[in-house]
């Protein structure tokens, strides 16, 4: 059984920083893609990092300059540095993973359980 784990969401004060991150566990033969998204009150789900097995990031353009994905392969972990947080980053942020669980001959999409981030004076 493959989960998502995801840590760091909190409140933070505009201008402030948060890290998240979200590991992979259970029974991975490889790993994609990982992503963070996320869902601001009354909107939709909207993309805001990736980063590809080769370490290419992409970002949308609100947060460019601002948040820095990365990801440790071998902790199979994704993480987002947010800096220079403002009020519109508040949103319940989802990590999301391409990974072929072992046994599996197809990479398959999961979803962590989404964490709050809140920003705030």
């Known amino acids: 059984q493959v989960q998502l784990v995801e840590s760091g969401g909190g409140s933070v004060q505009p201008g402030g920083s948060l890290r998240l991150s979200c590991a992979a566990s259970?029974?991975?033969?490889?790993?994609?893609?990982m992503g963070w998204y996320r869902q601001g009150p009354g909107k939709q789900r909207e993309l805001v990092a990736t980063?590809?097995?080769?370490?290419?990031?992409i970002y949308t353009d609100s947060v460019k300059g601002r948040f820095t994905i990365s990801r440790d392969n071998a902790k199979n972990t994704v993480y987002l540095h947010m800096n220079s947080l403002k009020p519109e980053d508040t949103a319940v942020y989802f990590c999301n993973v391409d990974l072929r669980p072992t046994g599996i001959s197809r990479l398959t999409n999961y979803w962590g359980q989404g964490t709050q981030v809140t920003v705030s004076s």
């Open positions: 259970g029974s991975i033969f490889s790993i994609g893609a």
């Open positions: 980063i590809t097995g080769g370490y290419s990031p």
